[in-house]
């Protein structure tokens, strides 16, 4: 659309169905390869990528010309269908429902940046669950304990 400028930092987080540590080690950068792509196709720039066995954090540039939502529905569904059809595990991948998504202004990115760029550093010393509740206290985000993700199974 002409005339219209935007800035717009997005952080998402979203994780394996029952948090089952399923994301291994010998498929994990090409997952992250493939999230990257669907996530460019709809014009928006991977600005960061990683997470653990778990769960994912991604860092993007984002376009307002989709909802994140419908984005993340994209992003989940065909990445989980990709695992699937590549055989990559013995049982089927599937995320657990919702996500979690995060404005940033730009001072915010390097932080943002490092922060999830170190995440198996940083999560043998807190809890993925401690942490993200405390970010969504930290943001004033409201929050039933019914809907949060699932503990591990």
């Known amino acids: 659309m002409a005339n ?16 089952s540590a399923f994301i291994e080690p010998h ?10 792509g669907i996530i460019q196709n ?6 960061a990528i990683n ?9 993007m540039g984002f376009r ?4 994140l939502s419908d984005l993340m529905e994209i992003v989940k ?21 919702g996500y979690g998504g995060f404005s940033y202004t730009k001072s915010h990115v390097p932080a943002v940046t490092k922060y999830i760029l170190n995440q198996k550093e940083h999560h043998r010393k807190v809890a ?3 942490e993200f509740r405390q970010m969504l206290l930290n943001l004033g985000i409201d929050f039933d304990e019914r809907y949060m993700f699932h503990e591990p199974i």
């Open 77 to 97: 569904g065909e990445s989980s269908q990709w695992i699937n059809a590549q055989k990559l595990l013995p049982t089927k991948f599937a995320w657990q429902k």
């Open 27 to 36: 498929f994990e950068y090409a997952l992250y390869k493939y999230i990257t």
């Open 42 to 47: 709809y014009g928006h720039k991977v600005l």
């Open 4 to 19: 219209t400028f935007t800035q717009i930092h997005i952080q998402v987080v979203f994780v394996v169905k029952y948090r």
């Open 64 to 67: 307002p010309t989709q909802s």
């Open 51 to 59: 997470g653990t066995a778990d769960h994912i954090h991604i860092l």
């Open 128 to 130: 993925f669950l401690d």
